[in-house]
C-alpha cells in the first residue's frame, strides 16, 4: 500500500475516533482531549513563527532583488487579487440571491454588547501599527505574522546586497542550517499529527453539541459557507485547470494542511502542515513554496474576503443603509484589501469586520447573534484560505518552473 493512502486511511480513523469520543461527553476524556489539542496548537505556533521567519529570509538572501524574485513575487500578487477578488463577488451575488432578512432589533439588542464594544475598541489601523516592531524579538515574542514578514523581508533583502565574502556566506550558512532544523522538528510533528487529530475532532464535536445555534440567522449562515464552499470546490478549481493542474489530485495531497485548518481555525498555525503537504505531496520546488506560503499567510484570504463582504452588507441592511450597486461594488473593493492585511488568527475576520462597522455607526449587536456560529465559519473559511494559498503556490510553481529548471539546463 503507497505511503499516501495509509496516510489518508490513518487519518480518517482519527477523525472517527476523535468523533466518537467527543459524542461520550466523559469528563476526564474531554480534559485529556482538550489538553493535547492544547499541546498540538501550540506545537504549531512555536514551528510557525521561525519557519515563515527562516523561509522568507533564506530565498530572499540567495535571490535577493534579482529578476527570480521579481517574477515570484509578482505572480504570487497577481493570484491572491484574482482568487480574492472571485471569493468576494461571489458572495455579493449570493446575498442578492438568498436575501437575508433583516432581524428583529430585539434579537440584538444588548447581546455582548460590553463584549463586543471592547472587541472594537480599536481601529481597524491598530493591527498595522502594531506589526512596525520596534524592537528585534517583538515580532517573534508576539507572534504577528505581518511583523515577521517586515523583519524577514529587510534582512533578506539586507544580506542579498552585502558583498560577497566569508561573513555572507557564514550569515547564510546558519540561515539555511537553521531552516533545516526547523523543518526536521515540523516532520516529527507531522508524523504523530493524527494524534493531535483525535483530540480536535473530539474537541469540536464537544463544543458543537454545547454552544453552536444556528437559530434566526440561517440565510446568512447559507450565504457565507455557500460562498466558500464555491470558492473552494469550484473556482478554485477552474484556476488549477486553467494552469493545467488537476484540482482532484491537488485537493487530495493537501487533505492533511485543510483538516488541520479546520481544528486550528489559523492560516498561521496551520502553515507547516501546508508547507509539508506543498513540498512533499504536491511536489512544488522549495525555491516557491518557502517564499510564497508565509507571504500568502497573511495576504491571500479568500474565505475572510467572503465573510467580510457578507457580514458587512448584513450588518448594513439591519442598519437601514441603502445597498445599492454603487455600495456593493465599493464593500467588494473594501473586503478584498481587509483580507489583504488580516491576520491569520483565528476570529481575525470577525475582529477586524466588527471594528469597520462600529467604524460606521451601524448596529454591531447583529453580530453579537452571529458570534455562537462563527466558530463553524470560522473553519470552513480557513480551510478555503489555506487551500487557495497552496493553489497560488502550485500555479506560481508550474508558471514559472523553468527558474528551477534552466540552471539545471546549463
Given amino acids: 500500500m503507497k505511503k499516501p493512502v495509509k496516510q489518508l486511511i490513518l487519518w480518517v480513523g482519527a477523525l472517527v475516533i476523535g468523533a466518537i469520543l467527543g459524542s461520550l461527553h466523559v469528563g476526564a ?220 489530485k491537488h485537493f487530495k495531497n493537501m487533505i492533511p494542511a485543510i483538516l488541520t485548518a479546520l481544528f486550528t481555525k489559523s492560516s498561521a498555525a496551520t502553515l507547516p502542515v501546508t508547507m509539508d503537504c506543498v513540498e512533499n505531496r504536491v511536489k512544488c520546488d522549495k525555491k516557491f513554496s518557502r517564499f510564497i506560503l508565509p507571504m500568502c499567510t497573511t495576504i491571500n484570504m479568500n474565505g475572510c474576503a467572503a465573510f467580510i463582504l457578507v457580514t458587512s452588507l448584513f450588518v448594513m441592511k439591519n442598519g437601514g443603509a441603502d445597498l445599492n450597486i454603487i455600495t456593493v461594488i465599493s464593500w467588494i473593493l473594501i473586503s478584498v484589501i481587509s483580507a489583504v492585511g488580516n491576520a491569520g488568527v483565528p476570529m481575525g475576520c470577525f475582529f477586524l469586520t466588527l471594528s469597520l462597522m462600529a467604524g460606521k455607526g451601524m448596529p454591531i449587536g447583529v453580530m453579537g447573534v452571529i458570534l455562537p456560529i462563527y466558530a463553524v465559519i470560522d473553519m470552513i473559511e480557513t480551510a478555503v484560505n489555506i487551500y487557495s494559498d497552496s493553489c497560488v503556490c502550485a500555479m506560481t510553481n508550474k508558471d514559472l518552473k523553468d527558474l528551477v529548471e534552466a540552471p539545471a539546463a546549463e
Fill in 29 to 248: 476524556i474531554d480534559s485529556v482531549c482538550d489538553f493535547v489539542a492544547t499541546v498540538f496548537t501550540r506545537l504549531f505556533k512555536f514551528c510557525a513563527v521561525p519557519a515563515i521567519a527562516v523561509s522568507v529570509l533564506s530565498t530572499l538572501a540567495t535571490l535577493g532583488g534579482n529578476k527570480e524574485t521579481g517574477k515570484i513575487f509578482r505572480r504570487t500578487i497577481m493570484y491572491t487579487l484574482l482568487t480574492t477578488v472571485a471569493a468576494s463577488t461571489i458572495a455579493a451575488i449570493l446575498f442578492f440571491i438568498i436575501k437575508p432578512e433583516v432581524l428583529s432589533a430585539s434579537v440584538y439588542e444588548g447581546v455582548a454588547a460590553d463584549k463586543l464594544n471592547s472587541m472594537s475598541s480599536a481601529s481597524f489601523l491598530s493591527y498595522f501599527t502594531s506589526a512596525i516592531p520596534d524592537n528585534i524579538l517583538y515580532p517573534f515574542v508576539s507572534g504577528n505574522v505581518l511583523s515577521i514578514l517586515i523583519v524577514s523581508f529587510a534582512f533578506g533583502i539586507g544580506i542579498s546586497k552585502m558583498e560577497e565574502s566569508e561573513k555572507k556566506t557564514t550569515i547564510l550558512n546558519v540561515v539555511l542550517g537553521f531552516q533545516e532544523l526547523v523543518f526536521k522538528i515540523i516532520g516529527w510533528i507531522i508524523t504523530i499529527l493524527p494524534i493531535g487529530i483525535i483530540a480536535f475532532t473530539a474537541q469540536l464535536i464537544k463544543e458543537m453539541s454545547a454552544d453552536i445555534a444556528m437559530e434566526s440567522i440561517g440565510k446568512y449562515t447559507a450565504v457565507v459557507l455557500s460562498g466558500n464552499l464555491i470558492q473552494f470546490f469550484i473556482v478554485l478549481s477552474i484556476f488549477l485547470l486553467c494552469r493545467g493542474i488537476n484540482p482532484v
